[in-house]
């Protein structure tokens, strides 16, 4: 792979050689792509079981012991629902970063023997590293979302269960 100006010296990898890497590299852009659909999509729909959370939290306020009963297992459901979420935007995360690490292997691995690493590997090498790092970074901010929803949903329920408390005679 690596070209030579003297027999038994490499030089610098060849212009065509580098193009075959990234082509290779970038082949997993498509997987990334869907990555980072399924990640909006899991994105959207926290955002609305959060929406429910609310929503059934402010009816709980005004609720009667069995309407409070009928919200206590929507919130149930719901805390549920983001922790399928977590797993799904956990599970998503990780294929992104594997496919990361796994093309950032790919070039590092074709271009270890160079002598001069090049600008192109540079900016890929480190376009590749941003988008391991930022995979990492929506995980732990969906996980604190997720977190956030089920802390309100505990609390809802905790309410719903002191009203239900306080109804009986």
Same mark, same amino acid.
């Given at each position: 792979? *690596?070209?030579?100006?003297?027999?038994?010296?490499?030089?610098?990898?060849?212009?065509?050689?580098?193009?075959?890497?990234?082509?290779?590299?970038?082949?997993?852009?498509?997987?990334?792509?869907?990555?980072? =659909?399924?990640?909006?999509?899991?994105? =959207? @729909?926290?955002?609305?079981?959060?929406?429910? #959370?609310?929503?059934? $939290?402010?009816?709980?306020?005004? !609720?009667?012991?069995?309407?409070? !009963?009928?919200?206590?297992?929507?919130?149930?459901?719901?805390?549920? @629902?983001?922790?399928? *979420?977590?797993?799904?935007?956990?599970?998503?995360?990780?294929?992104? #970063?594997? =496919?990361? /690490? $796994? #093309?950032?292997?790919?070039?590092?691995?074709?271009?270890?023997d160079a002598a001069t690493a090049s600008v192109?590997? $540079?900016?890929?090498?480190?376009?590749? #590293?941003? =988008?391991? $790092?930022? *995979?990492?970074?929506? *995980?732990?901010?969906?996980?604190?979302?997720?977190?956030? /929803?089920?802390?309100?949903?505990?609390?809802?329920?905790?309410?719903?269960?002191?009203?239900?408390?306080?109804?009986?005679?």
């Amino acid at each position: 792979m *690596l070209s030579s100006s003297l027999p038994g010296t490499a030089s610098l990898i060849a212009p065509d050689d580098i193009a075959h890497v990234i082509q290779v590299a970038l082949a997993p852009a498509f997987l990334l792509s869907a990555l980072a =659909t399924l990640l909006n999509v899991f994105s =959207t @729909r926290l955002g609305r079981v959060a929406d429910k #959370v609310d929503s059934a $939290a402010a009816a709980l306020r005004t !609720a009667g012991p069995a309407e409070a !009963a009928g919200l206590s297992r929507q919130l149930a459901f719901l805390r549920r @629902r983001s922790f399928v *979420l977590d797993g799904a935007v956990v599970l998503a995360c990780t294929a992104g #970063v594997m =496919t990361g /690490i $796994a #093309v950032l292997t790919l070039f590092v691995g074709a271009l270890r023997d160079a002598a001069t690493a090049s600008v192109l590997f $540079a900016c890929f090498g480190v376009a590749l #590293v941003c =988008t391991v $790092a930022a *995979l990492a970074a929506f *995980l732990v901010e969906i996980l604190l979302a997720g977190r956030g /929803i089920r802390d309100a949903v505990d609390r809802q329920q905790v309410h719903a269960s002191d009203r239900g408390a306080d109804a009986r005679p």
